[in-house]
């Protein structure tokens, strides 16, 4: 073997390497979305660590000037829990798809099983107060949540999020994004239910 033929061997294997490396990468890229697709799960659903622990124990002042038929609105207190069925809807006056959901929380208030509570995300108080008087106030308590700490210990991912705490104060489920009526329905109101039985 010449030395020219001993150059241009391994020259040939890294060129066919180089040639057949996007079709590889590429086939392994489409087995793991073919997986995924097969799996049938929802890559939209969010898991989180607090389902089946005790809710955050962090209290949260109220909204400054916040009223609800005559009463200032107490703010977020981890001892409201106890012994209620209770939603915790993360929102913020900012938060384009909270005002999209907010009638579904008005509906939602009117429902006397359970209680809703807004912990209310990074906000100015003036623009708060705005936002519940344009579309009314649906929640019992209002927690101001100002420099995100408490968001964090509920572990939020993005506003609006709705969580459900049972009876027992431990945190039974977690919705993330507007709650849509097909949403409430389906997946939230089942929850609710089986949350009221527990003693």
Not at 99 to 119: A, C, I, N, W, Y
Not at 120 to 139: C, M, S
Not at 183 to 193: F, G, K, S, T, Y
Request: hydrophobic fraction near 45%; proline fraction near 8%.
């Amino acid at each position: 073997m010449t030395s020219q033929e001993q150059v241009e061997k391994p020259t040939r294997k890294r060129s066919l390497l180089v040639v057949f490396l996007p079709l590889i990468l590429f086939i392994a890229l489409a087995a793991v979305f073919a997986f995924q697709l097969a799996s049938g799960r929802d890559e939209s659903v969010i898991p989180s660590a607090l389902i089946g622990k005790p809710a955050p124990n962090v209290s949260l002042p109220p909204v400054s000037g916040l009223n609800k038929d005559g009463a200032s609105v107490p703010g977020l207190d981890p001892a409201l829990f106890k012994g209620q069925v209770t939603l915790v809807n993360v929102f913020g006056s900012w938060c384009v798809p909270c005002r999209v959901e907010h009638p579904l929380l008005m509906q939602l208030s009117r429902d006397k099983r359970f209680r809703l509570t807004g912990l209310n995300y990074k906000d100015k108080t003036e623009n708060v107060l705005g936002f519940l008087a344009d579309l009314g106030n649906p929640y019992e308590a209002v927690g101001a949540d100002m420099n995100g700490r408490a968001a964090i210990e509920w572990g939020v991912y993005g506003v609006p999020e709705t969580f459900v705490v049972g009876k027992d104060g431990i945190v039974v489920h977690k919705h993330v994004g507007p709650l849509t009526e097909a949403a409430i329905r389906d997946e939230l109101m089942p929850v609710i239910q089986a949350a009221l039985k527990d003693k």
